[in-house]
């Protein structure tokens, strides 16, 4: 009889929920949401059996020492079989810090997660989703979750019984303090309202050669994006980004350039009405999701069709 633990950002992230309810189920115990904050109360998180709440003003802006604190008191008080996360930037801060502080296997990036028998037998997304693989993980364990594979909203509310979590003292004696936040300036760009989008990915080659699918962004009147390697590369500004940390987009027309499809980068454009993909390699995992896929060179490609749009 093991309970789930699932840690929830803010704001609270309902289909993280419905994907551990299951697992709940399967391991016999409850699915227990820590929700954590500088105030008590406020969110909603009531598709859980057991909400527990953390409060403190060092939760708030987001720091990952504090937080990790929460997270780890809140399994050496409960002992849960399983504690997912979302395979956010957070997520990836905390399931592996609190697995090693807690001494628990930590799998990340899990794009399936089932309990059979005492174990959890697990599928991750590795080398940007190019491949899948396999574990069996004894429990007590942790698990950052994909948000690609958080697709539903719970079906139905769990008890929604509320707890409170006492602060742990390590709050009081932080190492790290949140200085300010640092916002890029958006350019005028906000790709979350464009039409259409070229998105240009790590087979690009360089900056130099942006210009070759800026002029094809131009003849269709289309905006610009990027994968995060680019962007990282400091080819493109970060306000040109799609993915999960950049813009989640849903064009009438997605064409992409040399973008591999990752999973973080899916996340932010799977929403397109319809994805034109080009990229030399035939096993890119774009092409799992394009509605039209083109294995060629994208210079070529780009050429071409720039050519056809300005005739």
């Not at 139905?156 to 640092?182: H, I, N, Q, W, Y």
């Not at 932010?268 to 035939?282: H, K, R, S, W, Y």
């Amino acid at each position: 009889m093991g309970d789930v633990l699932a840690y929830l950002e803010s704001p609270v992230n309902d289909r993280l929920l419905g994907f551990a309810r299951p697992l709940a189920d399967a391991a016999g115990g409850d699915l227990v949401a820590l929700v954590a904050g500088a105030e008590p109360g406020g969110k909603d998180a009531s598709a859980a059996d057991v909400v527990l709440e953390a409060a403190h003003p060092a939760l708030s802006p987001y720091l990952p020492e504090a937080h990790q604190a929460v997270l780890e008191a809140a399994i050496n008080e409960g002992s849960p079989d399983l504690v997912v996360l979302e395979n956010t930037t957070a997520g990836l801060d905390l399931g592996a810090a609190v697995a090693a502080a807690t001494g628990r296997p930590f799998v990340g990036y899990c794009v399936e997660l089932a309990v059979e028998g005492g174990e959890a037998r697990s599928v991750s997304g590795i080398y940007g989703g190019q491949l899948h693989a396999a574990a069996n993980t004894r429990l007590p364990a942790v698990f950052a979750i994909n948000s690609v594979a958080l697709l539903d909203a719970p079906q139905a509310a769990g008890r929604g019984e509320r707890a409170e979590l006492a602060p742990p003292a390590k709050l009081e004696s932080l190492r790290t303090t949140f200085v300010e936040p640092v916002e890029q300036p958006d350019e005028g760009v906000d790709l979350t309202k464009a039409d259409r989008i070229v998105c240009v990915g790590r087979g690009i080659g360089s900056k130099e050669n942006i210009e070759i699918a800026e002029e094809l962004t131009e003849a269709l009147d289309a905006e610009m994006g990027a994968s995060r390697p680019v962007i990282d590369s400091g080819w493109l500004p970060k306000v040109r980004q799609v993915g999960k940390s950049g813009a989640h987009v849903t064009p009438k027309l997605y064409l992409s350039l040399g973008v591999s499809g990752a999973p973080e980068h899916v996340e932010g454009m799977q929403g397109a009405e319809l994805i034109v993909a080009v990229n030399t390699d035939p096993g890119a995992a774009i092409f799992h999701i394009a509605h039209y896929g083109v294995v060629a060179d994208l210079f070529d490609i780009a050429d071409e069709l720039t050519n056809l749009l300005s005739e």
